[in-house]
């Protein structure tokens, strides 16, 4: 297991890479934070998997392996560096957030195989994955 201190500061690395923030920071800035960043929230990091998952759907439009497998890629990492913000662990919503990493892991092998409609199919799951976990989610309250 990671520490959490660990996990808190990967965790805002990946988001920072993938927003594209924390770039052009002052030397000042970034003495000022001697604390650990604040973890992105679950809105946050929806954000970033919609602009992942709509990177993807160009990039399979444009027959672009290269840039499906690293929008995959990323959205495996942003799932699994994730994992423990799932706050409202209903069995649901593990099941979704697991077809969601697996159709995302698919979707990278078949990037590399250069298998377009392999590729098609995985981000057709994984969007059923979206739509699924955000109707079950709201369905329920956060209790
Ligand atoms: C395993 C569950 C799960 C999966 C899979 C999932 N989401 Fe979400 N999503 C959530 C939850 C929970 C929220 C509500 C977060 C909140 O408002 O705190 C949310 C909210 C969002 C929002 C609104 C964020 C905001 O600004 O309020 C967007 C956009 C979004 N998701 C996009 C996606 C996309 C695109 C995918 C698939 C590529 C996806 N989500 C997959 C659980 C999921």
């Known amino acids: 297991m990671l520490h ?3 996990l808190a500061l990967a965790l805002a690395a990946v988001f920072a890479l993938a927003t594209g923030h924390g770039r052009g920071e002052t030397p000042q800035a970034a003495d000022a934070k001697k604390d650990p960043p604040p ?7 929806m954000q970033v998997k919609l602009k992942r998952s709509q990177a993807l759907l160009e990039a399979l439009a444009k027959e672009d392996f290269k840039s499906i497998e690293e929008s995959a ?33 698919t979707l990278v092998e078949k990037a590399k195989a250069k298998n377009l ?13 979206c739509v699924a976990c955000h ?5 329920r309250k956060r209790d």
């Open 73 to 105: 890629a990323s959205l495996v990492r942003i799932s699994k560096a994730t994992e423990f913000l799932r706050a409202y662990k209903t069995e649901e919503y593990e099941f979704q957030a697991r077809v969601f990493q697996r159709s995302a892991e």
């Open 39 to 45: 973890l992105p929230n679950e809105a946050q990091v």
């Open 135 to 139: 109707t079950h989610f709201r369905g």
């Open 117 to 129: 409609d392999g590729a098609t199919l995985a981000y057709l799951d994984m969007t059923v994955s």
């Open 4 to 6: 959490p201190r660990t």
